[in-house]
């Protein structure tokens, strides 16, 4: 990795990031488009103690910091007690592996913890679950907004919606603003996001200063975009941004691992031959639009952000069926049968690599610099 130039997108977790890039000979450019922010005592206070009135059925941990930010004023105010009480009588799922371990810290075990890390999988799981009347408190990412977690009104449950920490735009976006145009200028090699707040804001950035058009072609020309997960690449390719790097599971370690393959395998950049459009679940290849089943998309996506890594199939089920991945592997290679047959032509892209699974290879652009 020794030069490789890094545009790291995060605040929250840039020091461990940018820290262990440089560790390996990175040069990072920190630009930070999103930071948390942990809503203020009185608020969580607020919002523990409208929990622990509402003695809900499920609880939902979205995040670690929100859990442990629960924690720390349950504890300043007296009632850790009572908050460790709700969450064990409760049955707790966890959307993420840092919110299953702060509630592990708690002494509460989860019944379940999303494979996939995405409120989607958590919903589903619910639904599946879920009696009429039963309430359900879900830590949300912003007021207002129940996103996924629609489906369980709609199916007759009561959900409560509770904001520990929201995601902003920095005080400061002067980082950023520069990051931006040494993006659009080619002098980094790779743009990270670490969460679909930070690849959205710096679409929003890059338009705020006119340069969204640039920033997008050099993104798909001269600069590699790293997405830490599914829901960050679908950001970015929602905005026209394909992804050309995405680690096995959204770990920084593992992000990390991925920028030094990549790095080791020449920094080639992927000819576009398709793009993905997860907003649609479909794939636009010559110009022509395929609509795809959601876990066509699913083993598709997890494939093309990956160029030239071979995928197991355990991570292919997971990404297209999330809890109800399938431990049959012809399920998984019965889909890309029937990707390689939607795809035409393109469809030869998808090798197989046997022992492993599959590997998506796309003809390449050459370097990134």
């Given at each position: 990795m020794e030069g490789l130039r890094v545009g790291v997108t995060s605040a929250g977790e840039a020091r461990e990031l940018s820290g262990a890039l440089e560790r390996r000979g990175a040069v990072v450019t920190w630009g930070p488009t999103v930071e948390g922010r942990v809503a203020t005592g009185r608020d969580l206070l607020a919002q523990i103690d409208r929990l622990l009135a509402a003695e809900p059925s499920w609880v939902v941990?979205?995040?670690?910091?929100?859990?442990?930010?629960?924690?720390?004023?349950?504890?300043?105010?007296?009632?850790?007690?009572?908050?460790?009480?709700?969450?064990?009588?409760?049955?707790?799922?966890?959307?993420?592996?840092?919110?299953?371990?702060?509630?592990?810290?708690?002494?509460?075990?989860?019944?379940?913890?999303?494979?996939?890390?995405?409120?989607?999988?958590?919903?589903?799981?619910?639904?599946?679950?879920?009696?009429?009347?039963?309430?359900?408190?879900?830590?949300?990412?912003?007021?207002?907004?129940?996103?996924?977690?629609?489906?369980?009104?709609?199916?007759?449950?009561?959900?409560?919606?509770?904001?520990?920490?929201?995601?902003?735009?920095p005080a400061d976006l002067r980082p950023a603003r520069e990051l931006v145009r040494r993006a659009c200028a080619g002098v980094v090699d790779v743009v990270v996001c670490t969460s679909p707040s930070a690849a959205g804001n710096l679409m929003r950035i890059a338009a705020d200063i006119g340069v969204e058009g640039a920033l997008v072609t050099a993104l798909g020309e001269r600069v590699a975009a790293a997405a830490v997960g599914m829901m960050t690449a679908a950001s970015l390719e929602n905005a026209g941004v394909p992804v050309a790097i995405m680690p096995p599971r959204p770990r920084t370690g593992e992000l990390v691992g991925a920028l030094g393959g990549w790095a080791a395998s020449g920094r080639q950049l992927p000819v576009p031959a398709v793009r993905l459009d997860p907003a649609g679940r479909a794939v636009i290849a010559d110009g022509c639009r395929v609509e795809l089943g959601h876990r066509e998309f699913g083993v598709l996506a997890a494939l093309v952000r990956r160029p030239h890594v071979a995928c197991r199939l355990d991570l292919l089920a997971v990404e297209a069926w999330g809890h109800r991945a399938p431990d049959n592997p012809r399920l998984i290679k019965h889909q890309v049968g029937r990707l390689r047959r939607k795809l035409g032509c393109h469809g030869r892209s998808i090798e197989t690599v046997r022992g492993v699974g599959y590997r998506y290879a796309p003809p390449s652009a050459g370097g990134s610099g």
């Amino acid at each position: 990795m020794e030069g490789l130039r890094v545009g790291v997108t995060s605040a929250g977790e840039a020091r461990e990031l940018s820290g262990a890039l440089e560790r390996r000979g990175a040069v990072v450019t920190w630009g930070p488009t999103v930071e948390g922010r942990v809503a203020t005592g009185r608020d969580l206070l607020a919002q523990i103690d409208r929990l622990l009135a509402a003695e809900p059925s499920w609880v939902v941990a979205s995040t670690g910091v929100g859990v442990r930010a629960w924690a720390e004023v349950a504890e300043r105010h007296g009632r850790l007690h009572l908050l460790e009480a709700t969450l064990r009588r409760a049955r707790v799922v966890a959307r993420r592996s840092k919110a299953l371990g702060a509630l592990r810290w708690l002494g509460v075990d989860p019944v379940f913890v999303s494979a996939q890390e995405t409120d989607e999988d958590v919903a589903t799981w619910l639904r599946q679950r879920l009696l009429p009347g039963d309430r359900v408190a879900v830590q949300v990412r912003g007021a207002g907004s129940l996103g996924a977690y629609q489906r369980l009104v709609d199916a007759g449950g009561e959900v409560l919606p509770l904001v520990p920490c929201t995601s902003v735009p920095p005080a400061d976006l002067r980082p950023a603003r520069e990051l931006v145009r040494r993006a659009c200028a080619g002098v980094v090699d790779v743009v990270v996001c670490t969460s679909p707040s930070a690849a959205g804001n710096l679409m929003r950035i890059a338009a705020d200063i006119g340069v969204e058009g640039a920033l997008v072609t050099a993104l798909g020309e001269r600069v590699a975009a790293a997405a830490v997960g599914m829901m960050t690449a679908a950001s970015l390719e929602n905005a026209g941004v394909p992804v050309a790097i995405m680690p096995p599971r959204p770990r920084t370690g593992e992000l990390v691992g991925a920028l030094g393959g990549w790095a080791a395998s020449g920094r080639q950049l992927p000819v576009p031959a398709v793009r993905l459009d997860p907003a649609g679940r479909a794939v636009i290849a010559d110009g022509c639009r395929v609509e795809l089943g959601h876990r066509e998309f699913g083993v598709l996506a997890a494939l093309v952000r990956r160029p030239h890594v071979a995928c197991r199939l355990d991570l292919l089920a997971v990404e297209a069926w999330g809890h109800r991945a399938p431990d049959n592997p012809r399920l998984i290679k019965h889909q890309v049968g029937r990707l390689r047959r939607k795809l035409g032509c393109h469809g030869r892209s998808i090798e197989t690599v046997r022992g492993v699974g599959y590997r998506y290879a796309p003809p390449s652009a050459g370097g990134s610099g």
